[in-house]
């Protein structure tokens, strides 16, 4: 089955930097790749997500980047905010067997 | 209110206990998902249902067992042959019939412990 690597567990920043955090996965076949925030105490909610016949997507402060050879996506958040301070997931399926990867805790700090 | 519920929030129960933990959805939605959360570890696939009844294993069905009789429903059991069971529970829900899933709905958990 698919196996998802996630980069880094822990990721701290300024108020107003960058944030990018790295995922892998090993099935070729994947073609669909989510992001979710769990903020603390709260259910993960999808803040973006793209499929393998695009390379990149944006929403406002957030990008996710897709590299299907080398088989790793990435999201980027811009203008970091106090609010963005939350657990992000990343996850890759082929079909409804999605997996997830360990989870990056972010802290964006005023 | 359209949405995914879990039941109960929290549980506790001996060991040897089997336990089932409730998920209903009102979304219409095909397929559902049982999700095991544990601190650095993500969320890892327990059971996942496309379609009612037919279901499959994810990565970690030992020790657990599903059925989904009807649409809006999809309760996960944990029984005694699951050697480490204390963790929090996520049901989630999507609409996708075929292809990749499309967006996860989550519930807000449940949260089980083994005294």
């Known amino acids: 089955g698919e196996n998802v690597e996630q980069h880094p567990s822990t990721l701290s920043v300024q108020e107003g930097d960058s944030a990018v955090i790295k995922c892998t996965y090993s099935?070729?076949?994947?073609?669909?790749f989510p992001w979710y925030k769990q903020e603390l105490g709260k259910r993960p909610q999808l803040i973006i997500d793209?499929?393998?016949?695009?390379g990149e997507k944006k929403d406002q402060r957030i990008a996710v980047t897709l590299n299907k050879t080398a088989k790793h996506f990435s999201l980027h958040i811009t203008e970091t905010q106090p609010e963005d301070s939350a657990v992000y997931f990343c996850a890759a399926s082929e079909f409804h067997d999605m997996r997830f990867g360990a989870g990056t805790r972010l802290t964006v700090k005023p | 209110d359209g949405g995914i519920t879990q039941s109960p929030k929290y549980l506790f129960r001996k060991e040897g206990q089997n336990v089932t933990l409730s998920c209903e959805q009102n979304l219409n939605h095909d397929a559902m998902y049982w999700y095991r959360q544990d601190p650095g570890q993500g969320l890892r696939l327990i059971y996942y249902?496309?379609?009612?009844?037919?279901?499959q294993k994810g990565d970690i069905a030992e020790g657990y067992s599903v059925s989904r009789e009807k649409k809006e429903s999809f309760p996960l059991t944990v029984t005694s042959a699951q050697k480490n069971p204390t963790a929090f529970y996520l049901c989630a829900s999507s609409p996708g019939t075929s292809g990749s899933p499309g967006e996860l709905f989550f519930g807000e958990g449940s949260r089980l412990t083994v005294l």
């Open positions: 249902s496309q379609i009612v009844n037919d279901f």
């Open positions: 099935d070729s076949a994947s073609n669909y």
């Open positions: 793209i499929r393998s016949n695009v």
